[in-house]
């Protein structure tokens, strides 16, 4: 597929970042046999950013780190169980452009460009897919709350939200699936759980026991948070 090109303020194509054919399975659809078992999705993301930075620096935090990029669309995708195509890819866009942000010290991307595609949804070999495109200026970028269980709002629907939250160097915060029924957080950053380190763009299922995770790094850290 064929990404548009898009401009920055100044009128100069900016540059993409671009993973195409990722396959996942999850629960995605309206019809009843959609809500009870996972299907296979195909994903083609394309970000737009400035990739001279990292080109100058040759370090990775210059840019997108695309395993990390996978496994957040894993995320969003695995436990916002969407209804509909349209809903998925508009919240793809909306959490590539919150989180990625100088605000929060990682590499800003301008504009998002999702397709998401349901290969085994129709018979005679056709495919429905949604392709969108969203630029940065017509997204909600107010600052995130910092050590709070409000935090920003990414996607909400009847099914579920998403949620993004920072929390400030060696602060703490307490989850529990009896309050406001968190059922899964997913880390951006350093933390520690309990005294045990967390590997950054883990998945930690909420259960029976509260969850009380540390900002163990030297600046803000990121949660995301599905509720």
């Known amino acids: 597929m064929t990404f548009p090109q898009i401009n920055d303020e100044n009128g100069e194509f900016l540059d993409q970042v671009q993973l195409k054919g990722m396959l996942l399975s999850c629960v995605i659809g309206?019809?009843?046999n959609e809500r009870h078992k996972k299907q296979p999705v195909t994903i083609d993301l394309c970000l737009y950013l400035n990739t001279r930075p990292a080109a100058a620096s040759t370090h990775i935090y210059d840019?997108?780190?695309y395993s990390a990029v996978v496994k957040e669309i894993s995320f969003i995708l695995e436990q916002c169980e969407f209804l509909l195509i349209e809903t998925a890819v508009e919240a793809v866009?909306?959490?590539f452009l919150a989180i990625y942000c100088r605000e929060n010290n990682l590499p800003q991307v301008d504009a998002v460009c999702v397709k998401i595609?349901?290969?085994s949804?129709?018979?005679h070999g056709i495919i429905p897919s949604i392709q969108i495109a969203r630029r940065r200026a017509f997204e909600n970028t107010l600052p995130v709350k910092s050590s709070t269980l409000e935090g920003q709002e990414i996607h909400k629907s009847t099914l579920g939200l998403l949620r993004l939250l920072k929390l400030e160097p060696q602060k703490t915060i307490s989850f529990s699936n009896k309050a406001e029924n968190p059922k899964s957080v997913f880390t951006l950053g350093k933390f520690l759980l309990g005294n045990t380190?967390?590997?950054?763009?883990?998945?930690l299922p909420l259960d029976d026991n509260p969850l009380e995770l540390t900002n163990s790094g030297d600046q803000s850290q990121i949660l995301i948070v599905f509720s």
Do not use: M, Q, R, W
């Open 30 to 32: 309206i019809f009843p």
């Open 63 to 65: 840019t997108v780190d």
């Open 93 to 95: 866009c909306k959490y």
């Open 117 to 119: 595609s349901k290969p």
């Open 121 to 123: 949804a129709l018979t």
């Open 197 to 203: 380190a967390v590997k950054p763009h883990t998945t």
